[in-house]
């Protein structure tokens, strides 16, 4: 594939996007994509992906491009509808490449229920872009009504997370050479707005939702925490995640909490509610493993956000017990969960 | 950097093994311990198996461990020392 | 995982355990005890064992990290022979990020050097084999435990020396550290007398690096218990093994007594592994050597033996130790945290300005080092 911005490189490359998104509003090729009113408010997001490398067990770069976005919306309470797609490529990325990145782009549409309705392509010389990077938005309609800012969470509510940790982080992991690992992992990468939809139809009164990506229930905690100046209290034996993941876990010293993933979601539903919560997500196909992992234990201030120039870790002198995102240990002891800093594994997604 | 985990052999070729935990396996070295066999425990450490763990060894220490909280319940009085 | 090594990280199995460590602590007064491994030191964050121990038994962490000891010479060293010409740095992760007076060895990549990270040096070794028009410097970092599979390297490469099949193009510098001289040398009374020699304080009892001790074995610790009175247990890392080590140094406290435990038979020989003992003393020789914040220690260092001249980068690109500034960031307390004189909270810049993404010193960067681990884990009761 040769540089060029305009002229007949990228037409080829266009016209394979078309072909694989087969999108009507892609046909019509206007210069921007004019789509019906949607009813309720407008959800919008946006993403990029720099995974390296690009294919791996479970999926590619195109995979996750669309159900991270896809899955940005859903735990807003959207119904993902319309998805972009632009593309920077690097010189010398082989067509095959491209293609088997569209055709997954396009499978994972196809699951979603969303249309990739409008998209833009670059070429770069070689040696930048390393590949591929791709960055996808996506617009959706989220009902009436519909609240899942946390306001109304309450001491005692039960932390839900949909299925195995660690998954996606560990098999790329695996695929960086150098450590010289095998395993069957696979990365868990999957569009989530149905198990979110069965979650909020089972009548479960959900009040906050995360996607877990980079950073993995960590990071999730800690936005929870942050937003609402609540304090969470996780169990370690309650962790759904694989023999492989907590293998690697042990062995490359690396905690399953911080592990990124791209098929998996926090949700905080209120006290009574988890077991209608669980028995919709676990007949998800997605949802399987879902279970409670923690609670909330201080009801959350009423400022609606912590914000301020919070020290990360822990003071200086503090208590464990003041943290705001522990953890009971398979041991029976306690300790603080960690922000996830640093990059342990760059390019994860 | 002591990380160690014990991994179990599952192949050995020469100076080379594969060893295995949970699923995972991965290339050892066993320069440092030429008499490993398939089956054995060992400890890998930066990619080397540094020691073996002895799973007859292991037993006896939990046993004891559980003999001493044992008595120690039964009769509320002193332990003896933890064993060798 | 097999059965057994499951069963050492039982909570009942701990619970009880914990039983017999509460009624041995009831009949002492405050307990000080210390370990010297970072893994120890995560071991105990991970599972928030502190909050499970008796009030007046405080685990300290002590310098338990060979990264976090790596002098700044050392550092100087590697970037200076880093920005030669078609050189390659081979490092573990760790030491990348470490900061030193005159910059780390990122920085040094961005000056322009090759610095790769790797993950033992077999494959440190491997780079040189697929770069034969690289001059690829190992920085060899590590305790016992590493320095045995260094050792297995060099020992493959004379004999491939000999046979005219190793590589020209490989060399290290040997910054690995030796752990028993170094502890005696720091818990002498008579060192602590002196204001100038940072000295590790008076300690009750010693909780020894179990993968360390799977290679040097019991011997080397003798004179801490025979010459120091320290009682010492060499424990493994699970959650049952810290906890038999630290009943095992309540009970010699107790009774007065000061030996050596081994309370990690199924990994640990009297004789270590022999096999990598002699590899290491083929090699090496020991050797005075300087630990960052703490000055030189006698018989801690490790320099390759004239036979192995040619693998040493120091000798072979005649680099000599790089007079500089030592000098720490202010307020940086990672000596004092290392000698146990500090806490790592006590730090006025822990969580704050010093955190992973922004380390003032080693003991932030190191996945050994106490602060790092500290701030992943918490550490106060």
Known sequence: MGHGAGGALTEEIVRIARAAFSSRYLDAALDSAVLPPTEGRVAFTTDSYVVRPLFFPGGDIGRIAVCGTVNDLAVVGARPRFVSCGLILEEGLSFDSLERVLASMAEAAREAGVEIVTGDT??????????LYVNTAGIGSVPPGLDLSGSGIEGGDAIIVSGTLGDHAMTVMSLRESLGFESSLRSDAAPLNGLVAALLESGARVRFMRDLTRGGLAAGLHELADLLGASLEIDEDALPARSEVLALSDILGIDVLSMAN??????????????????????????????????VVAAPSLCPRAGGAERAGPRPGADIGAARVRMRTSSGGVRIVARPSGEKLPRIC | MCVAAPMRLVSVEGEVGQAELGGVTRKVSLALLPDAAIGDYVLVHAGFAIGKVDEEEARLTLEAIDAISDKREASGGTDDGPGA | MAPAHEAFRDKELLRRLLGSIAEEASRLGPVRLMHVCGTHERSVGRFGLRSLLPRNVRIVAGPGCP????????????????????????????????????????DARAEGAEVRVVYSAYDALALARENPGKEVVFFSVGFETTTATTAAVLSSLGQGAKAGTAPHNFSLISSNRVVPPALEALLSPRRGATDEAPAIPAVDGLVLPGHVSVIIGTEPYRPLAERLGIPCAISGFEPVDLARGILDLLKQIGSGRAQVSNVYTRAVLPGGNERARALISEVYDTADATWRGIGRLAGTGL????????????????????????????????????LGTAESEDCPLFGGPCRPESPAGPCMVSDEGTCRIRYEYGGAR
Do not use: W
Not at chain 3, 310 to 318: I, P, Q, T, V
């Open chain 1, 122 to 131: 670059k070429v770069v010389e070689k040696g930048h872009g390393d590949g």
């Open chain 3, 67 to 106: 990264v976090c000891v790596c002098p700044a010479s050392d550092i100087r060293a590697a970037r200076k022979l880093a920005l030669r010409p078609n050189a390659m740095l081979a490092s573990f992760g760790d030491m990348l990020a470490v900061p030193a007076p005159g910059g780390s060895l990122l």
């Open chain 3, 303 to 338: 320099v390759p033996k004239p036979a192995y001249r040619s693998f040493d980068a120091l000798a072979k690109f005649e680099v000599g130790t790089e007079v500089g500034s030592d000098d720490e960031a202010t307020g940086c307390l990672c000596a004092a945290v290392m």
């Open chain 1, 262 to 295: 791209e098929g998996k979601i926090v949700a905080v539903v209120a006290s009574g509610d988890e077991e209608r919560a669980l028995e919709a997500m676990r007949g998800h196909r997605y949802g399987r493993d879902a279970a409670i992992v923690g609670r």
